[in-house]
C-alpha cells in the first residue's frame, strides 16, 4: 500500500512539473514597461509620490509600476502615520490618483 502511495505521489509531482514545463513558457518574470522619456517619468512619479503622502501622511513603504487596463500605473503603498495602510494607484502619463484603498491585507 506505501508504494502505491508513493507512486501515485510520484507521478502527481511529475505531471505538475511537466505541467509548469508546458505551460510556465509564456510567464515572464520581468515584464517592464520601456521609459521612454526618463525625465518626465521621474517628475510624474514625484508627483504621484508627493500627492499620495498629502492624503496620507506616512510613509511611502513601496512603488511598484505597472500596466491596468492598458495604461501604465503607479501604485503606491504607504504606511499612514496612523498605522493604516494604503494602497493608491495613480496614472503614470497624467500624475492623477485613479484608485485609494486602504489595503486590508
Not at 30 to 37: A, S
Amino acid at each position: 500500500m506505501k508504494k502505491y502511495l508513493a507512486l501515485v505521489a510520484a507521478l502527481l509531482v511529475a505531471g505538475l512539473v511537466g505541467a509548469v514545463l508546458i505551460f510556465g513558457k509564456g510567464y515572464k518574470h520581468d515584464n517592464r514597461p520601456t521609459i521612454v522619456d526618463i525625465k518626465k517619468h521621474n517628475e510624474v512619479m514625484s508627483s504621484c509620490m508627493k500627492t499620495a503622502l498629502v492624503k496620507h501622511p506616512g510613509a511611502i513603504i513601496e512603488i511598484e509600476m505597472e500596466t491596468e487596463d492598458g495604461r501604465p500605473i503607479f501604485d503606491i503603498d504607504i504606511q499612514g502615520a496612523d498605522g493604516k495602510h494604503w494602497e493608491i494607484e495613480c496614472d503614470a502619463e497624467l500624475a492623477t490618483v485613479v484608485e485609494d484603498n486602504i489595503d486590508r491585507d
